[in-house]
Each structure stands twice: as C-alpha cells, then as structure tokens.
C-alpha cells in the first residue's frame, strides 16, 4: 500500500485500471462517467498504452473485443445508454470467451433518462443486456476505495475465467472524492494466455469467434459456458452483513444505497431496534447464501434501491418464500432519504404493511 490519494471515483477507476496492468481504453464521452476516459487519456500514453476515443459505443466494444482476442488487458466504461448501445458487443465477447472489463456508472432511464445517479441498469447488467444465454460477472462497490480494490479485482477475475467483468457503480460514486490506496500487485507474466491471436509461429493458428452454425456445436458450447458460469457462482460471491447476530429485520441494498442504508442501520439500534444490513458486493453471482445465514434471525427484509425494484427480484429468490421481503425505491437520480427508510422499518417492526414506494411522490402531485 501507498499513501492514501485523495482522489475522485472515476479517476480511481482509471489509476486502479493502470496499476492492474490496463494498457488499452477505448471509449466514448458520456455524464457521469467522462473523468474515466478524460484520466486514462492523460495517463495511459505515460505508461505506454493506448487511448482511443472511438467514433461511437459500437465501435468501442469492438475495439475492445479485438484488443483482448490479442491477449491485452483492455477495459471500456459508459453510462445507461452507452452500455444498452454496446451490449450486442459484451454478448460477442462473452461468447468468444474473452476477458475485458467494462465500467457503468449508472444514470437515471429509461431512455435517455438523466444525468443524476440511478441502479436502474440492475437488470441489463446482471440478466445480460444482449442476447444468448450469456453472463457478465458483476461488481457494486460502495466507496471509492472499494471501487478502486474491484477494478484491480475484475482484470484478475476476467482472465481467470475468460470473462467480460462489469464494474457497476453510480454518478455519485464516480464523482465523489474519498481517500484511496493503492495495493501493489504483481502484473501477469508476458505471455499467460496461449489461447490469444499473437501469431501463430511455432504452433497451430488460434481462432476466436462465437459463432457455430452447426447447432450441435453451438449446443455444446452453450453447456461449457454454463458451466463456466457455475464455477464462478460457486467460488466468486461476495457480500457484507452488518450486525447479522440478533437481527429480526434486515435492510438489503448495494452501492451507494447501501451506505445511506448503513446510517439507519446505526440509528434505528441506537432506538434499540434490532436491524441489520445486507449488502452484495457481487450483483451477479448473486451472493444468495448470504441469506441462508440472515433468515436464522431475519424475520423480515427491506430491499432499497434507487430504481422501481430489480434486485428486489433476486433477494425474493434467494429468501425464496421463507420470509417476507418489501421494497423501498427512489428513480430518476432522487436518492433514498434515510427518514423515509425508517419509517417502512418501524411500520415493519410494528406489524404492519409498509407503504409502497412512490406513493408518497403521487400524493405530491409527482410521477
């Protein structure tokens, strides 16, 4: 470790990227993410990598794709409407089996929606925004130290299992400033993966592609990748529970939600509450033995996510019936305010339903 840098989260994105061994970005500017590609600009020729601001997001992920089928640490980042325009990319790349990371920090949908933060891509990342039976693993920090560690985590995760890894954060944690360090790591060796097109002197031509026309080919590639997928649901999911010992009603949130969820936490045991918190740090695999664990004294979950409720979808399978599970939510880059978290709390605590969300913006006279 270094000196703590006080640093914002989309330039730690860039610097944790470079540290990991990144030497090629490609990309194209949108809010809130455009201090990554501005920073990887700057940096990256320093270094001796490549910055390419390409003409579009479709050209991007295509230039992202040739640059790993070389065998390069590569990585891309955009924002909701990027990220939809290169999806068709992520699932050639999946299929071809190719390590890359990609970085989302989410903006309000749908459409183009708004510039303010938002977890409303939950969906597109975590159920695959393009076609085929593919998966993206996903990660959500919720400081910028912890985006910075995740970054380096992804390129390491990507190429052990020759998978596109997809950072999922938010416009306030790309652009708020917080103290970072750095873990030195050692880089991979030269040439680790013989599987990349370098050339073929001395041995067979490798060929990279994800499309089989025989459909018994392609039926039995599916199968292998379907088993990729379990050995990184077996070995890859993460999560945090805070006060898990006595806890009767647990919050489940993730990201930058998390964080407002972690101060009710503290508040509401300060009223003698019994409350905790589940927090997934990796979206997809979902971590769901977290809660095989919460529901010994769990009897009751709060999902709160700044989105009409996607991640609710997965906690409620992952409880799978045996508790209640109820939703909170916020949309359009409105955050969650912690006294309106607490107030469903102790309407749970009390026995009673809880009001459902976007009710209270209705009798406003809002959406």
């Known amino acids: 470790m270094g000196d703590p840098m006080l640093m914002k989260g989309n330039e730690a994105v860039g610097e944790a990227a470079i540290r990991a061994g990144c030497r090629y970005f490609f990309g194209y ?48 980042s955009s924002s909701g409407p990027g990220i939809s325009l290169k999806s068709e990319g992520i699932s050639y790349i999946a299929g071809a089996e190719l390590p890359c990371v990609i970085v989302n920090m989410v903006r309000a949908g749908p459409g183009l929606g708004g510039i303010q ?90 060929i990279i592609t994800s499309i089989h026309i025989d459909p018994e080919v392609l039926d ?41 969820c972690r101060g009710v936490v503290e508040k509401l045991r300060e009223r003698g509450l019994k409350i905790g918190l589940v927090r997934p740090i990796t979206l997809w695999p979902f971590p769901a033995r977290a809660f095989d664990e919460v529901c010994r004294t769990g009897r009751a979950f709060l999902t709160v996510e700044m989105s009409t409720g996607q991640m609710v979808e997965d906690v409620r399978l992952a409880v799978a019936g045996r508790r209640p599970v109820y939703f909170y939510g916020r949309t359009g880059g409105a955050l969650p305010s912690p006294k309106a978290i607490m107030e469903r709390v102790l309407q749970i605590a009390d026995g009673r339903e809880p009001d459902p969300p976007g009710e209270s913006i209705r009798k406003q006279g809002g959406a």
């Open 29 to 76: 500017p949108i809010t809130p993410q455009n201090e990554i590609p501005e920073y990887m600009s700057r940096r990256l020729p320093a270094v001796g990598g490549v910055f390419l601001q390409a003409e579009s997001e479709l050209a991007a992920i295509n230039m992202v794709y040739g640059a790993a089928g070389a065998g390069a640490r590569v990585m891309t």
């Open 220 to 260: 039995r590639h599916n199968w292998h990748l379907q088993e990729k997928y379990r050995e990184i649901v077996e070995r890859e999911a993460r999560f945090e529970i805070v006060d898990a010992g006595d806890s009767e009603i647990f919050l489940v949130a993730y990201g930058t939600t998390a964080r407002i």
């Open 117 to 206: 933060p938002a977890q409303s891509d939950y969906f597109q990342a975590t159920k695959g925004g393009g076609h085929g039976d593919y998966r993206v693993v996903v990660l959500g920090p919720g400081s910028v130290q912890e985006l910075a560690d995740l970054v380096m985590d992804a390129f390491d995760i990507a190429d052990r299992y020759r998978n596109p890894v997809m950072i999922m954060g938010d416009g306030i944690l790309g652009q708020m400033m917080e103290p970072v360090e750095f873990k030195e790591r050692p880089l991979s060796s030269p040439d680790p993966k013989p599987w990349a097109t370098t050339g073929a002197k001395g041995r067979k031509p490798n």
